[in-house]
């Protein structure tokens, strides 16, 4: 009786918990938080936003707010990866097990020899914590800083290192674009086939596995024609060379077992870890590192479910936050300058406006 009594207590005390917690990240949502994001987050109940979206100050790159103060002017590079690694363990904490982290990071030369501060901050990250590395995306910008070197190129990509606490992370797979061409832009010709065909014909396979071949065949033409399938390919032994991937053991067995296999086009394009975009600049500001708005849209619709929260523990001029807005996700930001938070909070109010003018 007195251990169920306890049970009991226990469970309503976790309730409660869980209550105070959930009631504690509802005021934060929607908002920009003026502070150090190390101390901040501090006060962020566990497994409460479902994604993290970030840029921190580069390594001794830019003073964002030429006071000095903030991340970005450590003495070398470790003491900037531990100041990155105090909130990013804050950060892991606070996304919930379903959840998403995504850190762009810039590199930095030092005596002509980069640094690779993104690669050696990922390495810690996933060494410390309960995180695997997704992918890492490479942003290549189509307009980067004009500058000419006379023994080197211009720096024109980053990394985006999409971490996940689990298997089980959120993924709207389908939303993500891809750029590949359609194999068939018009309807299929009515010949479509005959080539593999008359190879099945004159391959040195069996009678049995002519006919297999030429049924297969039929079918995956007339896939093309329903418009199931966009397109496809025929691999024929002794004619075609040995085929890789692919189900059913590999296609390689099968071509072995069946003498062919079949390679079917969905049409629904590769998905790279690339996103090109240019650099934003937002008129009459001046914040150095503004985050490219399409990207950040892009990646929330990915990994952010449709009413989610997105955190940024350094927000800047308020990108996320308009990404957020303009995809129908809540938004939590965090920035070290006072004027930063301004800003911000003034483009996601100018956003909120002009979204609610389009109903
Ligand atoms: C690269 S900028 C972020 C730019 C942002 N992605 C945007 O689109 O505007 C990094 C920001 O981190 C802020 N910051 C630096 N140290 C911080 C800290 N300890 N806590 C919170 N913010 C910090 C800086 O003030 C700066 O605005």
């Not at 009631?23 to 502070?35: A, H, K, N, P």
Request: hydrophobic share 35%; with cysteine; net charge positive.
């Amino acid at each position: 009786m007195f251990e169920s009594r306890n049970l009991f207590d226990t469970a309503i005390e976790t309730i409660n918990t869980e209550r105070m917690e959930e009631q504690e990240t509802r005021c934060l949502v929607d908002s920009i938080q003026c502070g150090d994001s190390a101390f901040l987050l501090k006060q962020m109940p566990n497994n409460s936003v479902d994604f993290v979206i970030t840029s921190p100050p580069y390594y001794l790159q830019r003073d964002y707010n030429n006071k000095g103060i903030g991340v970005g002017h450590e003495k070398t590079v470790d003491a900037y990866i531990d100041s990155l690694l105090e909130v990013f363990s804050e950060v892991v904490r606070v996304v919930k097990p379903s959840g998403n982290i995504v850190y762009n990071i810039g590199d930095k030369y030092l005596n002509s020899s980069l640094l690779l501060v993104p690669y050696r901050f990922a390495i810690t990250a996933t060494s410390l914590y309960p995180v695997r590395l997704v992918n890492d995306i490479t942003w290549v910008k189509r307009n980067p800083t004009p500058r000419q070197f006379g023994r080197r190129l211009v720096s024109s990509t980053e990394p985006f290192f999409h971490f996940s606490k689990g298997a089980d992370y959120y993924y709207d797979r389908d939303s993500f674009p891809s750029k590949t061409k359609k194999v068939y832009q018009h309807q299929p010709s009515d010949r479509l086939g005959e080539k593999y065909r008359m190879l099945i014909q004159d391959s040195d396979l069996s009678q049995q596995a002519k006919k297999k071949a030429h049924q297969a065949l039929d079918d995956v033409v007339r896939e093309v024609k329903e418009g199931h399938i966009q397109g496809f390919r025929m691999k024929i032994k002794g004619i075609h060379a040995e085929a890789f991937g692919g189900q059913d053991g590999g296609r390689k067995i099968q071509m072995e077992r069946e003498g062919f296999t079949i390679i079917r086009i969905h049409g629904k394009g590769m998905k790279k870890d690339v996103i090109e975009s240019t650099v934003e600049s937002i008129p009459g500001i001046k914040h150095t590192a503004v985050f490219p708005a399409s990207v950040i849209r892009e990646l929330i619709k990915l990994l952010c479910p449709r009413g989610g929260v997105v955190l940024d523990p350094y927000v800047g001029s308020g990108t996320t936050g308009v990404a957020a807005i303009k995809e129908g996700r809540h938004y939590i930001g965090i920035d070290i300058d006072p004027s930063y938070c301004d800003l911000s909070r003034k483009r996601i109010e100018e956003c909120r406006i002009n979204e609610q003018k389009k109903f």
